[in-house]
């Protein structure tokens, strides 16, 4: 809460209006960035770019002129870049001089579980706390409350920001290691790229026969769902 002492109005910070600055306008950090708008949370960004925040700012985002200007602007940081290099390159001069002091980093570029380890350190060197996470959905799919959104790393700043993370998709968080969100983000997509190779061998067999791909889908989905999801939750305690 923040009140002004030379006047008599107070103004409280919620989970529902907490800034949030975003690092990164791609695709993915630009529905980032929409979610969090569309959400009510006053939002600022940054990207090398400046043009691609246009969109933003007509939704009502705030356009930060430096990276130093963006992490002043919110106690949470979102970031979303190409690599972890590029992470370095941007947050780098500003930790040298104390700006992730205090900061809650979430980070979400795609990277091995090594490097959200390294991350990890790295922030924490710095003053900063750190989570790192996994985006399981397409940009068009971010802020909906069906699709996933893999955490680890940091328990208390995933506790604090929960709602705010909230807005981009469901939460969950997997662990204190940093390095799981990325490790169950390449396990989960192994599945789904194996589960299209199954569908496409079976859309293959039953359409050579005269039956629709969308007929086969309908069954084959119903099956998924019942016999086969049960059968892996029987079979992991076997694994385990």
């Not at 969090?36 to 600022?44: F, K, M």
């Not at 969109?55 to 602007?73: I, K, S, Y």
């Not at 790295?122 to 971010?142: C, E, F, K, N, R």
């Not at 005269?210 to 086969?228: E, I, K, P, Q």
Request: hydrophobic share 45%.
């Amino acid at each position: 809460m923040n009140a002004s002492s030379d006047t008599n109005t107070t103004t409280a910070t919620t989970p529902a209006t907490s800034p949030v600055t975003v690092i990164g306008l791609g695709l993915m950090g630009s529905a980032l960035a929409a979610a969090l708008l569309d959400a009510g949370h006053p939002t600022t960004v940054w990207n090398r770019s400046p043009e691609k925040a246009k969109p933003l700012v007509d939704r009502g985002a705030q356009v930060a002129a430096t990276p130093a200007d963006a992490l002043a602007a919110s106690d949470l940081v979102l970031a979303c870049v190409l690599d972890h290099d590029a992470l370095h390159a941007v947050l780098g001069p500003l930790a040298a001089t104390g700006g992730l002091a205090g900061k809650s980093l979430v980070n979400l570029t795609t990277g091995t579980p090594e490097q959200a380890e390294e991350m990890a350190r790295w922030a924490a060197s710095h003053g900063a706390d750190y989570l790192d996470g996994g985006i399981m959905t397409t940009p068009p799919g971010v802020g909906s409350p069906e699709m996933m959104f893999l955490y680890s790393g940091s328990e208390a700043v995933f506790a604090a920001h929960r709602d705010t993370l909230a807005a981009l998709g469901d939460p969950l968080h997997l662990g204190t290691e940093p390095g799981l969100a990325s490790l169950y983000d390449a396990a989960l997509l192994g599945l789904m790229w194996a589960a299209f190779t199954g569908w496409l061998h079976g859309t293959a067999l039953v359409t050579s026969r005269g039956t629709s791909a969308a007929d086969f889908t309908r069954v084959a989905l119903r099956w998924l769902n019942g016999a086969v999801s049960g059968f892996v939750s029987t079979y992991a305690p076997q694994v385990d």
